[in-house]
């Protein structure tokens, strides 16, 4: 072997060294996609911290195999989100919002009175979730024993399912609604999606496999009031980042930029809002499994839950949810089930429970040999 061959078969070893790395590398922290079991079901429920700064952490920024760190976050305030079906809402808005055809999951939010002697019940928001989708269809709510329901001419595509990096789409949506002798309503609104980052987020509820989306929305709305002849139209451009992974069922980070005022929402465990801190001793709920590991059956045992709908599941390691196993309103008794590996088809390997209450975000990791 001459001089200029081994310098030539040694730099081809290097050469190869350094691709087997940066395959290692990438595939450490491999992208993930987001299809629809990772959309909310009904009986899901998710804990939201809102705050209205960044405190410093860049949100603009992203590409491939990023890096977000927003572990400096705390709360202002604390949501709880909650699914159901639509089938359970009050049976007028199924009438416009028909189940499993316009509609199939709904999620109530908070009663408010803005307006003394307007009295506001009921008030409910539409999706529908398909394998190639997840889109808000509308709004419903009851004025004065009046009930209201809305329903979009065309569907807001949130999400085109599967989505994966790179991926970008565009919708159009909106609504108009004219009541004789009282006036107008109406929402003309654009949404430009694109999915421009994947890799690592760090909030202060833990660090996940993520990919970023970017959508800005601009929209129209329109209102006029006849009682007193007096009408007017209100442009809104906004921006919303969402940072989203396997099996949570909402954005684990989602930052909404319209103007000069940004609004950020997380994933949180149940903390003190005075001081930004999980307070364990609220969040009780214990959740065992034994033995672990085990070849074929364990036992799961939930207990110290306060009363209300439980969610339990299985995610694999990375992420995906392979099995439910509970999803039903409890009181404050023990619950065991008996959990066969035969009847989910799981190979051996690492896997977690993860239990959701309405106080609560539980996880335990096991393992099948």
């Known amino acids: 072997m001459t001089i200029s061959t081994r310098f030539t078969n040694l730099s081809v070893f290097k050469t190869f060294l350094m691709v087997m790395l940066a395959l290692l590398v990438f595939g450490a922290n491999a992208q993930i996609t987001i299809t629809q079991s990772d959309m909310p079901s009904p009986g899901d429920?998710?804990?939201?911290?809102?705050?209205?700064?960044?405190?410093?952490?860049?949100?603009?920024?992203?590409?491939?195999?990023?890096?977000?760190?927003?572990?400096?976050?705390?709360?202002?305030?604390?949501?709880?989100?909650?699914?159901v079906s639509v089938s359970s809402v009050p049976f007028l808005y199924q009438l416009i919002f028909i189940p499993n055809i316009v509609a199939n999951l709904a999620s109530p939010i908070d009663t408010f009175n803005l307006i003394p002697g307007l009295v506001v019940a009921d008030p409910y928001l539409f999706y529908k979730k398909s394998s190639s989708s997840y889109n808000d269809v509308g709004f419903a709510v009851t004025i004065n024993s009046i009930p209201l329901p809305i329903k979009y001419d065309t569907p807001d595509i949130l999400y085109k399912l599967p989505m994966a990096y790179g991926n970008a789409d565009s919708s159009n949506s909106g609504f108009q609604l004219g009541v004789p002798d009282l006036g107008f309503a109406g929402i003309d609104r654009k949404r430009v999606n694109h999915v421009d980052g994947w890799g690592e987020l760090k909030t202060p509820f833990g660090t996940f496999d993520v990919i970023r989306l970017k959508s800005q929305v601009f929209e129209t709305d329109t209102i006029y009031i006849d009682s007193i002849s007096f009408g007017t139209t209100i442009q809104r451009n906004y921006t919303e980042y969402k940072w989203l992974g396997n099996g949570f069922d909402a954005p684990l980070l989602q930052v909404t930029e319209e103007g000069l005022i940004v609004t950020v929402s997380y994933l949180d465990s149940l903390r003190d809002i005075t001081l930004g801190i999980e307070k364990p001793e609220i969040v009780k709920?214990?959740?065992?499994i034994a033995?672990?590991?085990?070849?074929?059956?364990?036992k799961i045992s939930i207990s110290n839950h306060e009363a209300g709908i439980v969610n339990l599941s299985v995610y694999n390691i990375s992420g995906v949810k392979v099995a439910d196993l509970l999803n039903e309103r409890m009181n404050q008794e023990t619950k065991n089930i008996s959990f066969n590996v035969s009847d989910y088809h799981l190979n051996s390997g690492v896997y977690f429970l993860k239990m959701i209450s309405d106080k609560a975000v539980v996880t335990r990791k096991f393992v099948v040999k």
């Open 45 to 83: 429920s998710t804990r939201r911290s809102t705050n209205i700064s960044t405190f410093g952490a860049d949100y603009t920024s992203t590409g491939a195999n990023y890096s977000w760190d927003f572990t400096g976050m705390f709360p202002l305030t604390q949501t709880v989100n909650n699914y």
């Open 285 to 288: 709920s214990d959740l065992q």
């Open 291 to 298: 033995p672990n590991p085990f070849s074929e059956q364990a």
